[in-house]
């Protein structure tokens, strides 16, 4: 793993593959840079990819105080080190991460976002005082309790998927990355697509989608790309929340190179 340091002294580690304009890749909710394990060797015959543990996950280090602000930074650091602009891939809650970023002027060439979860219009959202429940969860350290949380509340899984999930060897993971859930809670903010602000947004940027994804987050994905100046939507082959990586790769190294 390399290493750069962010503004505010944070250590951020990203590992670096392959040869060519380079990606920056970054994750959503429960995850570190290894969720990108099967995608990287899609790109990496033609890119310089950059797929980094994003503050408080994997071997990247945190802060006492959180701020999306920072994560912006973050961003930042990784960017410089590939060479001062890069093309930029996040996933749901990093795409919403990727697209701030983006609007706060990051050297950011080209954005690519999967399913960011926004909360359009007659779907659910979070009951009023999620953010503080979870923090009181967290700061009784009930981390299965605040993963569970999470997931009902706020992603709006079933009792059965979060049984699934349990089930799954993921969970353990999942429970020690509960730390990092008030952080996308933050980077998600109200939840609305920030349609005032992406409006003056010139970043080319395509918006993808699975054609097995939840209804929610097909429309996020499709007010996402309506908002967007210089943006589109494109839906690939996939499961929920997930494309297949050997579907994806081939459509981001056309991105990144064309």
Known sequence: ?????????TTIAYEKAGQGPPIVLL???????????????????????????????????DSPSYA???????????IADAGGEAVVFGGSSGAILALEAAMAGAPISKLALLEP??????FRTPPDGFAEHLDSLLAQDRRGEAVEYFLAEHVGFPPEWIQEWKDSPLWSSNEALAHTLPYDTAVMGDGRV????????????????SDHTGDWLLEAAKATAA???????LELPGVWHRVLPEILGPVL??????
């Open 27 to 61: 994750g959503g909710g429960f995850r570190d840079h290894t969720a990108f394990d099967t995608l990287v060797p899609h790109l990496a015959e033609h890119c310089t990819v950059y797929a980094y543990d994003r503050r408080g996950r994997g071997q990247s280090g």
């Open 1 to 9: 793993m390399h290493k750069v340091v962010s503004r505010d002294g």
């Open 68 to 78: 999306v602000q920072r994560e912006i930074e973050d961003m930042e650091a990784v």
């Open 117 to 122: 979860p926004y909360r359009v219009p007659g």
């Open 194 to 209: 920030p349609v005032e602000r992406m409006a003056s947004m010139r970043v080319e940027t395509v918006v993808v989608n």
């Open 253 to 258: 190294v056309e991105f990144v190179t064309g």
């Open 227 to 233: 908002a967007l100046p210089n943006g589109r939507r």
